[in-house]
C-alpha cells in the first residue's frame, strides 16, 4: 500500500486513483486530522461481500468445510447417462 500526504494525493489525484484501479493497490492518505484508505470499486466489492457472508451464521464453517472436501467427492459422474 503507497502511502501519500493530503497534499500529494491532490497533486497526483488521477494517477494515484489509475493505480489503485488498475492495480487493485489501496492507496494510505495521511492527515493532520486522521488517515483515509483509497480502494478500488472491485476491492471494496470483495470486503463487501465477505464481510456478508461471514456475516451469515453457519456460513464461515461451511465455507471451510467445503475448502476441505476432495473435488473428486464435490462432482458426480453421469457418464453412465451419455
Known sequence: ?????????????????RKTIQYNEPAH???KDGDAVVLSESDYSALQETLYLVSAPG?????????????????????EDW
Open 1 to 17: 500500500m503507497s502511502t501519500f500526504t493530503a497534499t500529494q494525493f491532490r497533486s497526483n489525484l488521477f494517477g494515484i486513483l
Open 29 to 31: 492518505i495521511t492527515t
Open 59 to 79: 456460513m464461515r464453517q461451511t465455507i471451510m468445510d467445503g475448502l476441505a472436501t476432495p473435488l473428486d467427492a464435490c462432482t458426480i459422474d453421469n457418464s
